[in-house]
């Protein structure tokens, strides 16, 4: 072997750098410390009312920390706190207010129907009617007086009759208020004209006219008379309209049933409408046929 190629021999104090013994690493744990900067510190840069980083209490100006987590998971402390709302559960068909709804609309219609019985059992009709003949001695002028029962009034008069092929009406409202009102002829035949030919004065009760381009020998004048006593007694108008306005009332609930949330009742009320306009009637008409086939 030559002499060039023989290790070259080390040194008494040097050590392999792979050798690591506890005083290096002591040496390397102090170097690092030493290099490692401090955390960073808070730092207020502004602040409304500055009291130079102080606030009145002395203390700092965003006030000490304090501790939000405190081991309840259900409470944190300065957060507020919000109940779960429990579940409902899911209601099923509700047979109670189906019955309810489907019986009583007939209760309801049964009850009008016996108090307005009552109330027409006790009505008295304020129209009467009354046909008188009144007569002429040229045919054209008329004059005649009416006499209407105590506490009457003439509502309305209207005649017909008949000249050269022609038919001819006479007629007058009562116009409330004046003293007078107008009785008009009507040509109701060709070119329906209408012709005002004389006056209905309500002092006496007194008919006065002349026909215009006709003629008859007399004339059978129907009267249509107002008892206002009477009318004043009946009260029915008010018991009729409610009556009307049931199915309004029978929507208006069915309407409603649905919206709130009461779907039973709801569909009672449907049931009852059906019930009402087409099975009692069939029932109804089935029973007459039966009746009917047995007489």
């Known amino acids: 072997m030559a002499e060039d190629d023989a290790p070259t021999p080390i040194a008494g104090d040097e050590k392999p750098f792979f050798a690591i013994d506890a005083e290096d690493l002591a040496e390397a744990q102090s170097s690092d410390s030493a ?22 209490s002395g203390g700092q100006a965003w006030g000490a920390p304090t501790s939000q987590l405190t081991g309840d998971i259900t409470a944190f402390s300065g957060q507020q706190m919000f109940a779960i709302p429990p579940i409902q559960k899911k209601k099923g068909f509700e047979w109670g207010q189906f ?18 019985g009552v109330a027409e059992s006790n009505y008295e009709d304020p129209w009467r009617y009354e046909t008188i003949r009144a007569e002429s001695d040229d045919g054209v002028s008329y004059s005649l007086e009416i006499s209407p029962m105590p506490n009457e009034q003439v509502e309305y008069a209207w005649s017909e009759f008949e000249h050269e092929g022609n038919f001819y009406s006479i007629n007058f409202w009562t116009t409330h208020g004046t003293t007078t009102s107008t009785i008009y002829q009507t040509n109701q035949s060709g070119d329906w004209r209408e012709e005002a030919i004389g006056t209905f004065y309500q002092a006496n009760q007194t008919m006065a006219f002349e026909l215009d381009n006709a003629s008859a020998e007399f004339l059978m004048i129907e009267l249509e008379f107002l008892n206002t006593e009477i009318v004043g007694e009946n009260q029915n108008e008010l018991l009729e309209m409610g009556f009307c306005l049931l199915p309004i009332g029978w929507l208006v609930a069915t309407i409603a049933a649905f919206v709130k949330g009461k779907r039973s009742l709801g569909w009672g009320l449907l049931t009852s409408a059906f019930v009402g306009v087409f099975l009692l009637p069939l029932l109804a008409f089935l029973l007459l046929i039966l009746a009917l086939g047995t007489m």
């Open 35 to 56: 290099a490692t900067p401090p955390p960073p510190q808070p730092m207020m840069i502004g602040a409304l009312g500055d009291t130079g980083g102080q606030s009145a």
């Open 99 to 116: 019955l309810l709804g489907l019986f009583v609309p007939f209760v309801v219609f049964a009850i009008f129907a016996v108090i307005l």
